[in-house]
């Protein structure tokens, strides 16, 4: 059985652009919308709630990882007008030989938002 890349979403994370947490948390609400997304397509990546990914101060985040891929983690991810642009990201990861989406590839809203990455295991 192969396992699907995943798309982490911190569900903790208050919104960069925010004066005080919501309820639910922006990152809550990242996850349900992509959620609600994911339940309408097949797509080529599985999507994890997480808590804090440690990037607090640039939240929202989200983090990409997968057997043999490079992870990479994300910030600033509007949960009200990014939810296409990060499927989009994520199937582009899922479908990348080594979880590396070109700059240029990447979509525009979320092209500067690369807060790390991490070098795969294998
Ligand atoms: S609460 Fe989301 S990164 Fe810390």
């Not at 996850?31 to 929202?60: H, I, W, Y």
């Not at 092209?111 to 990455?117: L, W």
Request: hydrophobic share 30%.
């Amino acid at each position: 059985m192969t396992t699907k890349p995943r798309l982490n979403i911190c569900t903790t994370c208050t919104a960069s652009n925010a004066d005080a947490p919501s309820n639910p948390r922006h990152g809550q609400t990242l996850f349900d919308r992509m959620q609600e997304l994911c339940a309408t397509r097949d797509l080529p990546f599985d999507l994890k709630p997480v808590e804090c990914l440690t990037n607090c101060k640039s939240g929202c985040s989200v983090a990409l990882n997968g057997s043999g891929k490079w992870g990479y983690v994300y910030g600033n991810v509007d949960p009200e007008s990014m939810i296409d642009d990060l499927c989009e990201l994520a199937s582009k990861y899922a479908e990348s030989e080594k979880g590396i989406v070109a700059w240029r590839e990447r979509p525009d809203a979320l092209r500067r938002n690369v807060i790390a990455r991490i070098p795969p295991l294998d």
